[in-house]
T-cell receptor
């Protein structure tokens, strides 16, 4: 798995969009990009994942750079419930060992 | 579906004691794993299983044993508890390979070793 780099923390205002960046400059062609988040005192929960194309689901959007060396998780309208630690993971295909880094702690201000 | 369940929620052990953390899932998932999370840190993989009868080591396997006799259950055994094993333990499951399928996490077991 390629190493990922995320900011330690970010702040956002409620009801505004949030763009969470992730660098993965050593990513290989078969590495998927996964995002999980962990709300306080809970286990992590899946947010989104993708390989090359941008992805959308009910929770968020994932924008992947053309060279795949970086990606951005987009929360379209932050709510107080989105305050969590967000983990960006570059995960090799057929690798059963998924490694989580330190993540980005997102604070949402009312 | 109950999803991924873990018992107990809290546990206090003395150094040297052994115990088993239970994990079960009712989604017929092939893949299951155990992570530990120390205060203020990310998750670290202890052991994982890609199916009944198959287990493998993750990043921090020392001091822990696992077995997978059924698809549903994946218990984690602490052989001789040490204060360094004080942590929150999360169990997770996935339908199949982690590249294509999301992991579902349990609520965690908070373990304190004195």
């Amino acid at each position: 798995d390629a190493k990922t780099t995320q900011p330690n923390s970010m702040e956002s205002n409620e009801e505004e969009p949030v763009h969470l960046p992730c660098n993965h400059s050593t990513i290989s062609g078969t590495d998927y990009i996964h995002w999980y988040r962990q709300l306080p005192s809970q286990g992590p929960e899946y947010v989104i994942h993708g390989l090359t194309s941008n992805v959308n689901n009910r929770m968020a959007s994932l924008a992947i750079a053309e060279d795949r060396k970086s990606s951005t998780l987009i929360l379209h309208r932050a709510t107080l419930r989105d305050a969590a630690v967000y983990y960006c993971i570059s995960h090799s295909y057929n690798n059963n060992d998924m490694r989580f880094g330190a993540g980005t702690r997102l604070t949402v201000k009312p | 579906n109950a999803g991924v369940t873990q018992t107990p929620k809290f546990q206090v052990l003395k150094t040297g004691q052994s115990m088993t953390l239970q994990c079960a899932q009712d989604m017929n998932h092939e893949y299951m794993s155990w992570y530990r999370q120390d205060p203020g840190m990310g998750l670290r993989l202890i052991h994982y299983s890609v199916g009944a009868g198959i287990t493998d080591q993750g990043e921090v396997p020392n001091g822990y044993n696992v077995s997978r006799s059924t698809t549903e259950d994946f218990p984690l055994r602490l052989l001789s508890a040490a204060p360094s094993q004080t942590s929150v333990y999360f169990c997770a499951s996935s339908l199949r390979d982690l590249s294509s399928y999301e992991q579902y996490f349990g609520p965690g077991t908070r373990l304190t070793v004195t």
